[in-house]
C-alpha cells in the first residue's frame, strides 16, 4: 500500500490515467537516475579540480548565454508541444528553421561583450565569449526536439536520448576539466555537449513526423510567448552578470555552487512534470479549473515537501560535492531552498494560462514583476552582494504565480 501512496497521490492532482502516468514516470525515472548521477559527478569535478576564479569566470559566460537565450525563440517550443499534440507534425522543420535564423543575431553581441572583456584584459572570459558567439546558432534550434517528443508522448524516446546526451556530457566536460582546465575549452567542451545530441535527437525526431501539416497559429503564438520571456530571460542572468563584473568572479562561483541544487531539483521535477503539462495542453479550461478547485493544496504541499528536503539536505551535497573551500554557500544554499515552495503551483497555474492562450495575463505576469526585479537587481546587489541576489530570488518565486492565478480566478467568477 505505502509503495503505491506517492503515485496515487500525484496521480490525483490532475486526475491522470495510471497507465499513462505510470509508463511516463518509469521512463523519466530512468532518465533523471542517469542525468543526475552524471551532472553530480561533473559538479565533484568542477568543485575539487577548478579554482573559484576558473568556476566563476565558467559561469559568468553562461549567464551571458542564458540571457540571449530568447534570440532563439524559446517560446516556439511551447508552441510546438502544443501543435504536434494536435497533429500538427510539419511544424517542427518550420519551428526549427525559425529558431536558427534568429539565432543568428547572438553571434555579433557575443563579439561585442567579448571584446568589453578583451579591453578589460580578461583574456579568457573574452576567448571563452569568441567561441561562444561562433557556437551559438547552434546551441538551442535543435533542442527543440524534447517539445515535439512530448507532444508525441514519446517519453521512452526522450528519456533515452536525453540519457545519452547526460553521459556525453559527463565525457566532455571531465575531459576538458582534467586536461585542458581553462575557460575557453570548458565553454567549447559545454556548448558542443549540448549541440551534438541534440542535433542527434532532432534528426531522430524526423523519422517520426506524420504529415507536412503546419499550424498556421505555431509561429504567431510561440513569437508572442518569446516576446513575453524576453526580460525574464535578461533579469535570469542579469543578476548573476552583474555579480561577477561589479563584485568578482569568485563571489559568482559561490552563487552557482548555492543555487546548482535549487536548479537540479527544478530540472528533475521539471521531468516528471512533463506528462502532466502534455495533459494539460489536451485539456478544456473547465477542466483546468476544476483541477485547481480541488487539488491546489496539495501543490504547495508537494512544493514544502522538495523545499524541506533541499534543505536537510544542502550542508551534505556542498561539503560532498564542492569541499570545504565553498563552506559559505551553505547557508546561502538552505535560505534558496524555500523558492521551492511555491513552484508547483506556479507551474501549473502558469500553464493553464498559457494553454488557454490568455495573453493579457501572460503579458502583466511576464512583463511587470521582471522590470521591478530590475530595480532590485541594481539596488539590492551593490549594497548586500551574494544576500541581495537571494532575496530578489525569493521574491520573485513567491510573487511569479499571482497574477496567472488571479486570472484563473477571475474566469471562474465570469462563468458563475
Known amino acids: 500500500m505505502q509503495k503505491n501512496a506517492f503515485p496515487r497521490f500525484f496521480l490525483s492532482l490532475l486526475k491522470l490515467d495510471i497507465t ?19 551532472g553530480l559527478i561533473v559538479s565533484y569535478f568542477f568543485g575539487h579540480f577548478l579554482s573559484k576564479t576558473t568556476f566563476g569566470e565558467y559561469n559568468l559566460i553562461l549567464s551571458y548565454l542564458g540571457m540571449l537565450t530568447f534570440l532563439s525563440l524559446p517560446g516556439l517550443d511551447l508552441a510546438l508541444t502544443q501543435s504536434v499534440s494536435k497533429k500538427f507534425d510539419g511544424s517542427l522543420i518550420f519551428a526549427i528553421n525559425s529558431k536558427f535564423k534568429f539565432s543568428l543575431l547572438g553571434i555579433p ?19 571563452g565569449l569568441l567561441i561562444a558567439a561562433l557556437l551559438f546558432p547552434f546551441l538551442n534550434p535543435f533542442s527543440i526536439y524534447p517539445a515535439f517528443l512530448t507532444g508525441k508522448r514519446n517519453f521512452s524516446v526522450l528519456s533515452i536520448v536525453s540519457s545519452l546526451a547526460s553521459l556525453f556530457f559527463l565525457v566532455l566536460l571531465s575531459v576538458s576539466i582534467f586536461y585542458f ?21 532532432f534528426y531522430y525526431c524526423l523519422r517520426l513526423v506524420k504529415n507536412n501539416t503546419q499550424d498556421k497559429e505555431l509561429f504567431r503564438y510561440g513569437s508572442f510567448l518569446t516576446i513575453l520571456s524576453i526580460i525574464p530571460w535578461i533579469t535570469g542572468n542579469l543578476g548573476s552578470i552583474i555579480l561577477g563584473n561589479f563584485i568578482n568572479v569568485e563571489a559568482l562561483a559561490i552563487y552557482a555552487v548555492a543555487s546548482k541544487f535549487l536548479t537540479s531539483v527544478q530540472k528533475n521535477f521539471q521531468v516528471f512534470y512533463k506528462p502532466i503539462t502534455a495533459k494539460l495542453a489536451s485539456q478544456s479550461n473547465k477542466e483546468h479549473l476544476n483541477t485547481l478547485k480541488t487539488h491546489w493544496w496539495k501543490f504547495f504541499i508537494l512544493g514544502i515537501f522538495l523545499s524541506l528536503f533541499l534543505f536537510l539536505l544542502t550542508p551534505i551535497l556542498i561539503n560532498f560535492f564542492f569541499g570545504s573551500k565553498y563552506q559559505d554557500a551553505i547557508v546561502y544554499g538552505q535560505v534558496l531552498s524555500l523558492a521551492l515552495i511555491p513552484l508547483p ?33 541594481f539596488i539590492l546587489i551593490p549594497r548586500y552582494q551574494i544576500w541581495g541576489l537571494i532575496i530578489i530570488i525569493l521574491i520573485e518565486r513567491w510573487t511569479e504565480p499571482i497574477v496567472p492565478f488571479i486570472a484563473l480566478a477571475l474566469s471562474s467568477h465570469k462563468k458563475k
Do not use: E
Not at 499513462?20 to 552524471?38: D, E, N, P
Not at 584584459?121 to 573574452?126: D, E, K, R
Not at 492562450?357 to 512583463?367: D, E, L, M, S, Y
Open 20 to 38: 499513462y502516468f505510470t509508463k511516463s514516470s518509469l521512463w523519466a525515472t530512468l532518465q533523471q537516475i542517469i542525468g543526475v548521477t552524471c
Open 109 to 127: 553581441i557575443l563579439l561585442a561583450i567579448s571584446g568589453y572583456h578583451f579591453l578589460q584584459q580578461q583574456n579568457q572570459i573574452s576567448t
Open 181 to 201: 582546465p581553462k575557460t575557453p575549452l570548458l565553454i567549447f567542451s559545454y556548448m558542443m555537449a549540448l549541440i551534438i545530441p541534440a542535433i542527434i535527437g
Open 345 to 377: 503551483f506556479s507551474w501549473v497555474v502558469y500553464d493553464m494560462v498559457m494553454y488557454q492562450k490568455r495573453k493579457k495575463p501572460q503579458i502583466i505576469a511576464g512583463v511587470l514583476p521582471q522590470l521591478v526585479k530590475i530595480v532590485l537587481i
